[in-house]
């Protein structure tokens, strides 16, 4: 009998922990990574000839980073290793994907996805100027290219990212203008009893916002954001308007904003594959459908890391290995040994109610999102204003996102509305006096991300299949 | 229950049974329309969006000149824009058969009043210079052109809707019923519907209705393969198509003012009447991009952003249905157009209204009917 064959989606920390226990199965899976080297986001690796240390690039997860390195590393020839690859794709058992001009077609009998995530943004007017970026992209510039976004930054959103990464620019040397948290001062404590499961991340949440505070920098809470200013030219951000408690505006200046609401499951690979999704009311979003071990409701399909559920990157190294000791299983072949999946499953869980307690603790702010002014760009891929997608929802009578899509063309641009899917669907709620729930989630349409039609089918005698 | 009774009901809300509750509201005849799902949700929606008559069933084109008609006056008839776009548009022939086939067409579609321009390789380059080397010749229709069919039909369901109709979506017939005097249709939500005069415009669904009322017709259904690149600068004006035999050399392309080019053709996917519609096929979509580079080598350098399938009705003979029943009287139909609806969708509405109002029409629809298949 020939070998299953076995694709991992994504070589970070989740993409990691299952390709080195599918290793050690004694299978030879196959990785396929976006990226130029393992690691994924969170432990992106920096480019050939920086020289920084783990410490600097990572901090307290230094430790961590380069031990997952250092695993898919020895990996070496146990694994195929597909880099700078986009898998684009999943049709008739078979996922595709694209390197340059070439396009491949991989067939799997199991296919583990752990695509992780990306910033969930809120399209507050002005989101698009030069000197607008997520939270996650001003990680990367510092990270891998070791550039602040701007010499005066304010970070506005919600979430722990909001504080590590601007923390990070603290340490880094940056002139950090202020860190804007939308979360209403209460919230904190209303997440407390479930964040309490991780003491330590909590302790180290806590060390995070004393320094900030002893680096002198402004912190506000509760904060309601107007919009993102520009500067007379109209050309760059010179500020961050906020509301005041008198419905007032207080304008912070700044050259550049990092901005980012907790983030979202880059689930379209899931999608693709058919599986099922459910609405999360905790995290107010749509997620794959998947068991505690990561199988999703497609026969052959598993989740792990944030694609599936945001438990972070430590989650993420345990969902990958139950996911991937899942696939052992239904394929019906042993575990390495050593492996707990009992303890593996109680961990799961204790990162699972850290998770409800940050979507708590740091709440998406939908009431925001849903009263932004008609001018507001939207989609910006396709430059669609709140005002047309609310049109689409009440004159044009879309019932739900996918067919105010269809009307207004919201979602309809490069990036498939994976930036303004969900501000979408709360102003199409609003608009319809409809839970965000029944506004629906765009559906995915392949490919996952822009395709050159300079792809050449590896095999095309595939074609004479279809 | 008097309110759910009108002069006509339609049944299935694409194109077709869109524009002809708007011609029969111009026409004075009250009307009601059940759509199953949403308007223009199916075919109509999802189409690639072709206002071509070059190509067609040559006994089509009187049908198809009066909806081109039609197209040209739609914004002023809606009241909104559907992206109508008269942008001309050119065939390609990689060959001398299908050089020989483009001549013949033209010859035979001059007589409709359908002028083409053939135009030899080079000329055909000279006009429009991204295309590519292998190109042997083109067949330009001037006003044929392109529009958006996400909007087409739900527009025209809009205007019958304030003209007087009475457009009902999420309305799932579940039974239809001879009684005297008409058509009495059950929906899953319990109301009854009445009217002298039924129109079966379902799509792809209706040979199976068709059936249900004694006319079973030889049809298959079939997925059309879609996609779309990123916006690039408006430069290729024309709707391009190739004329060949073979189906794996069948593309079409056009450019929205706003940049991307609409792309589909080289082969079809399945497609189910009682299943979510199908994705588009990778490996077609992959051959579809050594046919685009081939027609236009400039397209290689650009990114596809978004496929998409979906499902149209075929009949066996490539021909739709349209005309009255042989067999019932009041009962009419307008379905099967064979993945090459939208064009003529504006006059099948006009006609179909013309037919049901007054008996007879004048535009010739005899090749159409229903009987052939008896």
């Known amino acids: 009998m020939a070998a299953p064959r076995v694709i991992v989606v994504g070589a970070g920390p989740a993409g990691t922990r299952a390709a080195e226990l599918l290793a050690a199965a004694g299978l030879r899976p196959t990785v396929v990574d976006e990226g130029r080297a393992s690691g994924g986001q969170i432990y992106r690796r920096q480019p050939p000839g920086f020289r920084r240390d783990a410490r600097t690039l990572y901090g307290t997860e230094a430790g961590r980073a380069t031990a997952l390195h250092a695993t898919f590393d020895g990996l070496g020839p146990a694994i195929e290793y597909l880099p700078e690859t986009l898998a684009w794709n999943i049709h008739g058992g078979a996922l595709y994907v694209q390197r340059e001009e070439r396009a491949r077609r991989l067939p799997f009998d199991a296919l583990l996805i752990a695509t992780g995530a990306t910033d969930r943004m809120i399209p507050l007017p002005g989101w698009t100027l030069p000197g607008a970026f997520s939270l996650g992209a001003a990680q990367i510039a510092l990270k891998a290219q070791a550039c602040a976004i701007g010499s005066r930054v304010v970070f506005l959103g919600t979430g722990p990212l909001l504080y590590l990464v601007a923390s990070q620019y603290v340490k880094a040397g940056a002139q950090v203008a202020a860190v804007l948290d939308t979360a209403p001062p209460g919230a904190r404590w209303k997440g407390l009893p479930l964040m309490a499961a991780r003491p330590a991340l909590l302790a180290k949440g806590a060390v995070l916002i004393a320094q900030l505070m002893r680096a002198g920098v402004t912190m506000r809470r509760g904060v309601v954001p107007r919009r993102v200013l520009a500067d007379a030219a109209g050309t760059r951000v010179a500020g961050v308007a906020i509301a005041t408690p008198d419905g007032g505006e207080e304008v912070i200046a700044c050259d ?14 899931a999608d693709l594959a058919g599986c099922a999704f459910d609405f999360d009311a905790d995290s107010r979003q749509w997620l794959p459908r998947a068991d505690e071990d990561g199988r999703a409701s497609a026969p052959g399909i598993y989740l792990a890391g944030d694609s599936a559920r945001i438990l972070g990157a430590d989650g993420a190294e345990i969902a990958g290995r139950l996911a991937a000791l899942a696939v052992l299983k239904d394929l019906g072949l042993p575990a390495p040994p050593g492996q707990d999946v009992a303890a593996l499953r109680r961990q799961r869980q204790v990162m699972d109610r850290f998770r409800r307690g940050l979507a708590l603790a740091f709440p998406w702010p939908a009431g925001l999102v849903a009263s932004l002014p008609d001018e507001t760009l939207v989609c910006r891929c396709e430059a669609i204003t709140a005002g047309a997608l609310r049109q689409s929802a009440t004159e044009l009578d879309a019932p739900e996102m996918n067919r105010a899509k269809a009307f207004s063309r919201t979602g309809m641009g490069r990036c498939q509305g994976r930036f303004c899917g969900i501000a979408g669907a709360e102003i199409v709620a609003a608009a319809r006096g409809v839970p965000v729930e029944v506004a629906g989630r765009l559906r995915g349409q392949a490919p996952v991300k822009p395709l050159p039609v300079a792809a050449l089918a590896d095999d095309a005698s595939t074609l004479e299949s279809t | 229950m008097s309110e759910n009774r009108a002069d006509v009901l339609i049944l299935g809300g694409g194109l077709m049974g869109a524009a002809t509750a708007f011609f029969l509201r111009q026409r004075g005849l009250s009307v009601i329309l059940l759509e199953r799902r949403l308007v223009g949700q199916q075919a109509s929606g999802i189409n690639f969006g072709n206002v071509r008559r070059q190509g067609r069933f040559l006994p089509q084109l009187p049908l198809a000149n009066r909806s081109r008609a039609i197209w040209g006056r739609l914004p002023e008839l809606l009241g909104e824009d559907v992206e109508f776009l008269p942008s001309g548009h050119l065939r390609v022939a990689y060959t001398p058969e299908a050089v020989a086939t483009m001549e013949s067409y033209r010859d035979g579609a001059r007589p409709y009043g359908l002028d083409l321009e053939l135009l030899s390789g080079n000329a055909v380059r000279a006009r429009f210079p991204w295309l590519s080397p292998e190109v042997m010749a083109g067949s330009y229709s001037p006003h044929d052109g392109h529009a958006n069919p996400r909007l087409a039909a739900p527009a025209f369901a809009r205007a019958a809707r304030r003209a007087g109709a009475r457009i009902e979506e999420e309305a799932e017939v579940l039974t239809i019923e001879h009684e005297s005097g008409g058509y009495r249709l059950n929906t899953a939500d319990g109301r009854v519907w009445r009217a002298p005069v039924l129109q079966v415009s379902a799509g792809a669904w209706g040979g199976r209705i068709a059936a249900r009322l004694g006319e079973p017709v030889p049809m298959v259904v079939r997925g059309p393969q879609m996609g779309v690149t990123e916006a690039v600068p408006y430069a290729l004006l024309p709707v391009l198509g190739v004329t060949t035999k073979e189906i794996r050399e069948v593309l079409y392309l056009r450019q929205v003012k706003r940049g991307n080019i609409v792309f589909g053709g080289t082969g079809h996917g399945p497609a189910e009447l009682d299943a979510p519609p199908h994705r588009a096929n990778p490996d077609i979509t992959l051959h579809q991009f050594t046919q685009l580079r081939r ?61 049901i109002a007054t008996g007879t029409t004048t535009t010739p629809i005899e090749p159409f009917h229903i009987g052939r298949f008896t």
Request: charged share 15%.
């Open chain 2, 295 to 355: 027609m236009v080598p400039a397209l290689g350098a650009l990114r596809i952003i978004r496929t998409w399938s979906g499902i149209e009705g075929y009949m066996h003979d490539e021909i739709p249905v349209m005309g009255p029943s042989a067999k019932w009287p009041g009962l009419f139909y307008a379905f099967g157009f064979c993945g090459a609806g939208f064009q003529i969708g504006p006059g099948v509405g006009d006609v179909m209204a013309e037919l």
């Open chain 1, 256 to 269: 550049a904003v990092g901005m980012g609401w907790h983030l979202r499951a880059e689930s379209q690979l």
